[in-house]
Every structure is written in structure tokens, then in C-alpha cells.
């Protein structure tokens, strides 16, 4: 069975930063894992993915500002978000998709406040 645990979430001021932590148990590997987002009265909306190879991708809300890492030997995945703005404000989800199957964490809020 594998579960994705987040941490990491929290309140922060604008222009403040946050690093969420995502630790996938069991044996299984992942070629990508990613973060997304879900604000209230939203879809859930890509925040960035990395690659076991380490290739990036970012939503243009995030470029410039949020950095995506991870530790294939550990099987985390963390965002670093600097320069944050209000309307960064949501539910943080961790992914790992498998074929045919999506792994999510069970979320982390992020708030910052004005």
C-alpha cells in the first residue's frame, strides 16, 4: 500500500516563504511526482512535477518563485515557495501517478495572509 504524507503547510505572510515535504512509503519508485493546488471554488491545478531524472515543469504561477526537488533514495518530493502571494493560498496535494493509478496525498494548507 502506498501513502503520500505531506507536511509543511501553514500561515505565512506575503513575500514570506514555505517548504512542503512529501514522503512516499513503500518500495515503489516513481518516474514523476509533483505538487498541486486546490483554493476554494477551484479545480485542483498543477503546481509543478519532477522527473526521477530530474527534468522540472511549473505552472506560470509558479515560475520564478517555487522550486520542486527530490530525493529518489528517500522517494520525497518538496516545493520550496518563496515570494508568496495571497492568492497562493490553497490546499497543497502531492502526486505520484503510476499507470492507471493516481496517488495523492491527503493535502496541506497553505495561507498567506495580506
Known amino acids: 500500500q502506498v501513502q503520500l504524507v505531506e507536511s509543511g503547510g501553514g500561515l505565512v505572510q506575503a513575500g514570506g516563504s514555505l517548504r512542503l515535504s512529501c514522503a512516499a512509503s513503500?518500495?515503489?519508485?516513481?518516474?514523476?511526482m509533483g505538487w498541486y493546488r486546490q483554493a476554494p471554488g477551484r479545480q485542483r491545478e498543477l503546481v509543478a512535477t519532477?522527473?526521477?531524472?530530474?527534468?522540472?515543469n511549473y505552472a506560470d504561477s509558479a515560475k520564478g518563485r517555487f522550486t520542486i526537488s527530490r530525493d529518489n533514495a528517500k522517494n520525497t518530493v518538496d516545493l520550496q515557495m518563496n515570494s508568496l502571494k495571497p492568492e497562493d493560498t490553497a490546499v497543497y496535494y502531492c502526486?505520484?501517478?503510476?499507470?492507471?493509478?493516481?496517488?495523492w496525498g491527503q493535502g496541506t494548507q497553505v495561507t498567506v495572509s495580506s
Open positions: 519532477i522527473t526521477r531524472g530530474g527534468s522540472t
Open positions: 502526486n505520484a501517478p503510476r499507470p492507471g493509478v493516481q496517488y
Open positions: 513503500g518500495s515503489i519508485s516513481f518516474n514523476v
